[in-house]
């Protein structure tokens, strides 16, 4: 399983970018799809997640409203679209892909298996 974030940028705030995750070596039918996010200094953040079986998605709280998980069993790809991004939206994007359903526990995604690098957003004020 390989997995590969890109889409990343510089962007004034309100602005908008597109996150693309890349996938080879299994097929997304039947996985989780999940977008993370680390900023300089804090923990590791679940922005959003994607059931590709049924489509069932899951946003963060910062992020609802904002961001849209999508995701295309036909190239093997996902993708964030980030709208009215905010500068605490800077972080480094990373995507990750679990063989079972989106774990949300206590509100908060978790439990992925496979994780690419990540791609760097910055959001200036």
């Known amino acids: 399983v390989q997995l590969q974030a890109s889409g990343g940028g510089l962007v004034q705030a309100g602005g908008s970018l597109r996150l693309s995750c890349a996938a080879s070596g299994f097929t997304f039918d039947d996985y989780a799809i999940g977008w993370f996010r680390q900023a300089p200094g804090k923990g590791r953040e679940g922005v959003s997640c994607?059931?590709?079986?049924?489509?069932?998605?899951y946003y963060a709280d910062p992020v609802k409203g904002r961001f849209t998980i999508s995701g295309n069993n036909a190239k093997n790809t996902a993708h964030l679209q980030m709208n009215s991004l905010k500068p605490e939206d800077t972080a480094v994007y990373f995507c990750a892909v679990d063989p079972a359903r989106c774990t949300v526990v206590g509100g908060i995604l978790d439990g992925m298996e496979y994780w690419g690098k990540g791609t760097l957003v910055t959001v200036s004020s």
């Open positions: 994607i059931n590709m079986s049924d489509g069932t998605t």
